[in-house]
């Protein structure tokens, strides 16, 4: 008889959306759209709606201890996935943890500023702090234009000088980046990105006109940890990436919302 494939595990570590449109609902969603097994740990839990977030209660630091300390110690973890984080004490508490690993595995990181609604998370300056301390663990992150503006503290970039700062980004947090959808409004999506040896390139698909586009980011940053975890590079998991969530894009549901989540059927 022929034997399955082995199954790929994912560790989600994300905020949760009642919604089920981002956060950790939409990693387990993402992960079983691409058959993987999705384990999690739970940073904060919110309340909202397609236009606000109305509420947000982050988890005690023992607790998301605790919660990735019981699947780390029992299951093989393949790749990680890091979402929301709601504050330093939180962030310095996991790098401590995964610090620990003695094998290799990709670690991918969404470092989420603010929510599409405009509930910022984290002041600037903790924000900041969050992700250089996560930057020992050498991730790849996956920010949007908005956050790499952020964490590279610039108010501008124009994409033709996005090599400029794709190398200070690497100088700055010694990690590989995936800049998403740096042209956002335009016919195209771009993503950018650096590799670890400072190889530079891009990704562009015809971009999608919907309002069902909640999730996109949680769903790109675990498709590619998974994509990574498989054993494709950084490129070809970025463009296998952008693909799956065109195709999510085209399935989303229709609530008849001003911003509705993706769909997650193939």
């Known amino acids: ?23 950790v609902q939409a990693d387990i969603k993402t992960c079983q759209a691409m058959n993987a097994y999705c384990l999690n740990c739970v940073t904060a839990v919110t309340s909202q709606d397609s236009k606000k977030v109305y509420n947000l209660v982050e988890i005690p630091d ?12 029992e299951y093989r973890i393949d790749c990680i996935k890091i979402g929301m984080i709601s504050n330093l004490g939180q962030a310095k508490k996991i790098h401590a943890l995964l610090s620990i690993f003695k094998k290799k595995i990709p670690i991918v990181i969404d470092p989420i500023y603010k929510s599409t609604t405009n509930k910022i998370f984290n002041n ?18 996956t920010p949007n234009l908005f956050e790499f503006k952020k964490l590279t503290k610039t108010s501008h970039i124009e994409n033709h000088k996005m090599k400029k700062y794709l190398e200070l980004f690497l100088q700055e947090y010694r990690s590989m980046v995936v800049v998403t959808n740096c042209n956002e409004g335009d016919n195209n999506s771009d993503d950018y990105f650096i590799t670890e040896d400072g190889k530079i390139g891009i990704h562009s698909l015809k971009s999608i006109n919907s309002k069902n586009t909640h999730g996109t980011g949680c769903t790109f940053s675990t498709s590619l940890a998974i994509n990574l975890a498989r054993g494709f590079n950084l490129s070809q998991s970025i463009l296998r990436s952008k693909k799956l969530m065109t195709k999510f894009i085209k ?4 609530f008849n919302l001003s911003y509705g989540p993706l769909g997650h059927l193939l």
């Open 1 to 23: 008889m022929k034997q399955n494939k082995k199954i790929t595990l994912m560790l989600s570590i994300a905020g949760s959306d009642n919604t089920s449109g981002a956060g």
């Open 62 to 73: 023992d607790l998301v201890v605790s919660q990735i300390s019981t699947v780390i110690n």
């Open 124 to 141: 600037l300056t903790t924000y900041l702090s969050i992700y250089k301390t996560f930057s020992k663990l050498k991730p790849i992150f």
């Open 251 to 254: 399935k989303s549901p229709n």
